[in-house]
């Protein structure tokens, strides 16, 4: 599998971030707008591993 190379946005208003899913990989597993997905950080021996779970997909 080849590396996808993402970028965080800031949200203006809000302090949120953004983090882009490329089409390539939209279209290549079907994510869709409003598709909701759970979040778990791992930050051991000085890397930062973001997992996203789906866990309801829109229709």
Same mark, same amino acid.
């Given at each position: 599998m080849s590396a996808h190379i993402v970028k965080v946005r800031g949200r203006?208003?809000?302090k949120s971030l953004d983090i882009t899913i490329p089409a390539k990989?939209?279209?290549k597993y079907n994510i869709k707008v409003g598709d909701l997905f /759970?979040? /778990?950080i &791992? &930050?051991?021996d000085?890397?930062?591993i973001i997992k996203y779970e789906?866990?309801?997909k829109n229709k």
């Open positions: 203006h208003g809000t990989l939209s279209e /759970k979040v /778990k &791992n &930050n051991e000085e890397t930062l789906l866990i309801y």
